[in-house]
Nanobody, 121 residues
Framework: QVQLVESGGGLVQAGGSLRLSCVAS????????MGWYRQAPGKQRELVAD???????NYGDSVKGRFTISRDYAKNMVFLQMNSLKPEDTAVYYC???????????????WGQGTQVTVSS
């Protein structure tokens, strides 16, 4: 069982910054990939960024150069530093672990409850 809890969302003006955090807890072995997705009203959920256990980072085109993903491997945490925020970044941001090994086998498609980010113009 894996629980993902996000924090750090809120309301910010365009051009501002926010930092999201997500902590994974439960009974599992090492996590490989942790990432962030977002979903705006009326739109599909999209990848924001993810990062592997080896530190390899991947970003969605719309956030490259503005957002930075990082991890604290010892604490099973992932962070998303969001700079130069735009109104189009407004969405619910979800923490994601695609797959994790537990003592009950592989558990796929693990999501947090989401945190709202609203960017005003």
């Amino acid at each position: 069982q894996v629980q993902l809890v996000e924090s750090g969302g809120g309301l910010v003006q365009a051009g501002g910054s926010l930092r999201l955090s997500c902590v994974a807890s439960g009974s599992f072995f090492a996590i490989n990939v942790m990432g962030w997705y977002r979903q705006a009203p009326g739109k599909q959920r999209e990848l924001v960024a993810d990062i592997t256990s080896g530190g390899s980072e991947n970003y969605g085109d719309s956030v490259k150069g503005r957002f930075t993903i990082s991890r604290d491997y010892a604490k099973n945490m992932v962070f998303l530093q969001m700079n130069s925020l735009k109104p189009e970044d407004t969405a619910v941001y979800y923490c994601n672990v695609p797959v994790v090994a537990t003592n009950r086998g592989l558990k796929y498609d693990n999501w947090g409850q989401g945190t709202q980010v609203t960017v005003s113009s």
